[in-house]
């Protein structure tokens, strides 16, 4: 059974950064696609990052790209989400992904197989 746990979320000032983390069990996170995805109050959930199994290939939404890192370690089985200059449309429950798709699929959610229980980031004005 894989499991994906979430951890750092919290509340911070707008300009101020957050490290997220996702440990993963069960199996080894190496064959996995890893994600970050964000649901607001009242929205879809979206697409945030991903990096591919192999740590080669990172792709960001426009969103975030040059404010957000994600990164992997397979050797800890973990990936992470550093934010930096966090706005308040950040504000949102943050949710770990793996998947086996091909990278032209990695925005779509449904090509996710296993979710983690989300870890929520508020970010105040």
């Known amino acids: 059974q894989v499991q994906l746990v979430e951890s750092g979320g919290g509340l911070v000032q707008a300009g101020g950064s957050l490290r997220l983390s996702c440990s993963f069990s069960?199996?080894?996170?190496?064959?996995?696609?890893m994600a970050w995805f964000r649901q607001a109050p009242g929205k879809e959930r979206e697409f945030v990052a991903v990096v591919r199994r192999n740590g080669g290939y990172t792709h960001y939404a426009d969103s975030v790209q040059g404010r957000f890192t994600i990164s992997r370690d397979n050797a800890a089985n973990s990936v992470y989400l550093q934010m930096n200059s966090l706005k308040p449309e950040a504000t949102a429950v943050y949710y770990c992904?793996?998947?086996?798709?091909?990278?032209?699929?990695?925005?779509?959610?449904?090509?996710?197989?296993?979710w983690g229980q989300g870890t929520e980031v508020t970010v105040s004005s």
């Open positions: 992904a793996a998947g086996k798709q091909i990278m032209s699929a990695v925005r779509s959610s449904e090509t996710y197989a296993q």
């Open positions: 069960g199996r080894t996170v190496r064959t996995y696609n």
